[in-house]
């Protein structure tokens, strides 16, 4: 049972990384990071089942909460950046290029 | 062991270094100018009268000592020597030592270096009156530093306390050479005098570790003990001594190393009588005469000191000839007579040389500091622009010519008295004929510039522009004392005091001043008589032109105005080795060492502007790094 979850939650996982990686607009970006967020959820629930406990969990609340305000900085951050650059696409957010 | 000669020669060491550390470290003092100048010449003058009561005390010691002599029949030894561990050896006798040597020589030696230090120092207080207080200041502290270093080496009872002065020496004299630094001309000449002294002091300092790697001594009695005990071989000796003599011959202006000494000219002119008369270019003779047992256990060595002491002599009086400016016509004659030194030295006859040292100390420090009295006057150094300044300045002219009379070797005046000795010696000395002849030309020679440059100054000539005057009291009173001394210090040798010269040296050098035979004094006269009368003939009464003079050597006269084209074959020889050294060592330097560099670096630019294209700035592509990078420690970590 657990295997399935695992693999579901890798599943998720890789949609994700692949979604940060291919997306050029920064929201799309914001989106496959919470996917991958999520996929470690659903990990750390099918390990709590499993039987790790309780602490699994808690752990998942916790990052639920983590992730709710790190979409709301995230979003913020892309806001700003629009209104200085008026563009969202990362392939033009290259101020660091050597 | 410290007895009271001893301590009174350390305190004649240490007066003048007491003043050189007060003004070194005291910058108000030294920029009070006229009160730094206090300060030097109460060092020098204490160094003065320390040393004039040391040299008289020992002086009365030989006395005792030759009373002793007659009615014991022997002579106690009258060397005393107190030295301070100075690099110690754990369980053996120290490396190095310090300390001071009390003999007749050293003392003799030390009275004249103070008088003739302290004399200078008060003579140019009024020389140097209009001189900035800053740049007097300066110039005080350099001259109690140069009294310093010359009473020390004096003192010296061993080679490396004395080569530790002899370089202090020298650079004190660069210093003071240098002193108008704003002047191109003096900065050359002081680094020239640098160099070319050094040049020497590579042999001397050569020689020392030498003689030291063979013995395992400095002091010069140790030295002298183990070399007639035949510690060394003849061959080897020659070697070492003879680079010793090479430290002497840069510093005493012996050819071909003379050449420094008259661009040295370029300093003040107190300094030059300093230098001339005391302290810089005595201290090779004085290091051969102090030396002397080593150098005349050297087999052959002493006969090349005499011929190049009198070629010396003699190619120095025919550049004197030809020179405009007075003060090289008085540098020339001291390269001259420092020869006649060196040549009475190699004759075997160190009290003669040293006899001579002691009245040239007097009569040249009082020509240079009555021509510096004639220069301040008529601000000119050259000789055809002055001319009757007899009238005008009485005084100098009066000391001027007793000077010039006693260099000449006129009787009864000092330079007779040791001209006349250093000639019996080089006489009766084997194997020397030739260099006897040149020193008797040179006598003629020495007379005949002397003539030359009174009668220019002096008498002939038209007369300088302006209203000259003698100098001040604080000016003319050194010269007074030095006009005396020029007259009386031959009396040291007249045989008339209770004590003579060559007893007063006894038991330490071969002290009998040479009686040569009955014609030598009539034949140095006679010379010196014609040259005057030669050099007054020419340019007082124009028997001959000059012009005409100079056409009838031709070659040679044209020769000695460019000095023999000694200073161009250094230059070239400056060119050609050293700037072509250099320029293949500058292009070793830019081309391989700098290519090295430089490929090096370029190699990490270049690395640079390739890697840089991999920098994008855009974060995704950094994350596909981050991503394949796990991806691949993943792989890694499952590989089977």
């Known amino acids: ?98 | 062991m410290a007895t009271s000669e001893t301590t009174l020669a350390a305190l004649i060491v240490a007066t003048p270094f007491a003043a050189a550390l007060l003004l070194g470290c005291c910058p108000p003092l030294r920029r009070a100018g006229q009160l730094a100048g206090v300060v030097a010449l109460v060092g020098s003058g204490a160094a003065l009268v320390i040393a004039m009561r040391l040299a008289s005390w020992l002086w009365v010691a030989a006395y005792r000592a030759e009373v002793f002599r007659l009615t014991r029949g022997f002579t106690p030894s009258r060397e005393i020597e107190a030295t301070l561990a100075w690099l110690p050896q754990a369980g053996a006798r120290p490396l190095a030592t310090v300390g001071v040597l009390v003999d007749p020589l050293s003392s003799l030696m030390a009275a004249l270096v103070a008088l003739v230090a302290f004399l200078v120092q008060l003579y140019s207080l009024g020389y140097l009156a209009d001189e900035r207080p800053g740049g007097l200041g300066r110039y005080y502290l350099y001259q109690s530093l140069f009294a310093f270093s010359m009473l020390g080496l004096v003192f010296s009872p061993n080679f490396l306390q004395l080569f530790v002065f002899w370089e202090l020496v020298g650079l004190c004299s660069y210093l003071l050479i240098g002193y108008y630094y704003q002047r191109p001309a003096a900065a050359r000449a002081a680094v020239k005098a640098f160099w070319v002294t050094k040049l020497g002091d590579l042999g001397l300092v050569l020689g020392i570790v030498l003689l030291w790697g063979a013995t395992g001594e400095f002091g010069f009695e140790a030295l002298a003990r183990s070399v007639a005990g035949g510690a060394l071989d003849p061959g080897f000796l020659t070697l070492t001594i003879g680079l010793v003599y090479l430290g002497a011959v840069g510093k005493s202006a012996q050819f071909p190393l003379h050449v420094w000494l008259p661009d040295a000219m370029e300093g003040p002119t107190p300094v030059s009588a300093l230098i001339h008369a005391a302290t810089m270019v005595t201290a090779g003779v004085y290091l051969v005469a102090r030396a002397f047992p080593l150098f005349a256990a050297a087999p052959g060595l002493l006969t090349v000191v005499a011929w190049v002491g009198a070629f010396t002599a003699l190619l120095a009086a025919t550049l004197a000839l030809v020179q405009r400016d007075i003060k090289r016509v008085l540098a020339y004659s001291t390269v001259s007579q420092l020869g006649y030194m060196m040549t009475a030295l190699g004759a075997g006859a160190p009290a003669a040389g040293f006899l001579h040292l002691l009245t040239h100390g007097f009569f040249k420090a009082l020509l240079f500091l009555a021509a510096g009295a004639v220069i301040h006057a008529v601000a000119t150094n050259d000789m055809f622009q002055m001319g009757r300044l007899a009238r005008a300045m009485p005084t100098t002219a009066a000391v001027f010519v007793v000077g010039a009379l006693a260099l000449a070797g006129l009787p009864p005046l000092s330079g007779f008295v040791s001209k006349e000795a250093v000639l019996a010696a080089v006489w009766q000395a084997p194997g020397l004929g030739v260099p006897f002849l040149m020193l008797a030309v040179t006598v003629f020679l020495t007379a005949f510039y002397m003539g030359r440059a009174v009668v220019l100054t002096f008498f002939g000539g038209s007369g300088p522009a302006g209203h000259p005057h003698d100098p001040p009291p604080v000016m003319a009173g050194p010269l007074w004392v030095l006009a005396v001394g020029s007259v009386a210090a031959g009396g040291l040798a007249s045989g008339r005091l209770p004590l003579g010269f060559a007893q007063f040296f006894a038991g330490h050098l071969d002290a009998t001043l040479p009686h040569g035979p009955d014609w030598l004094p009539w034949l140095s006269v006679g010379l010196a008589g014609a040259g005057l009368a030669a050099g007054a003939a020419v340019y007082q009464w124009g028997v001959v032109s000059p012009v005409t003079l100079a056409r009838g050597f031709g070659p040679l006269g044209r020769a000695a105005a460019q000095g023999y084209g000694l200073d161009a074959t250094y230059a070239a020889m400056y060119r050609g080795a050293l700037l072509g050294g250099a320029r293949v060592v500058g292009w070793i330097d830019r081309y391989l060492v700098d290519g090295v560099v430089n490929v090096a670096s370029a190699w990490t630019l270049r690395a640079g502007a390739g890697l840089r294209v991999i920098q994008t700035g855009r974060a995704q592509d950094y994350l596909y790094g981050v991503a394949a990078g796990v991806l691949l420690l993943l792989v890694i970590w499952a590989w089977p």
């Open chain 1, 1 to 98: 049972m657990l295997r399935a979850y695992l693999l579901v939650a890798a599943a998720v996982f890789a949609i994700g990384l692949f979604g940060v990686l291919s997306r050029r607009n920064a929201i799309g970006i914001l989106l496959g990071i919470e996917l991958m967020l999520n996929a470690v959820n659903i990990n750390l629930v099918a390990f709590a089942r499993a039987g790790a406990g309780l602490a699994g969990w808690i752990l998942a609340l916790f990052m639920i909460a983590i992730t709710v305000t790190e979409v709301a900085v995230g979003l913020a951050i892309v806001i700003v950046i629009f209104r200085v650059r008026r563009t969202v696409e990362a392939d033009h957010l290259d101020l660091l290029r050597g």
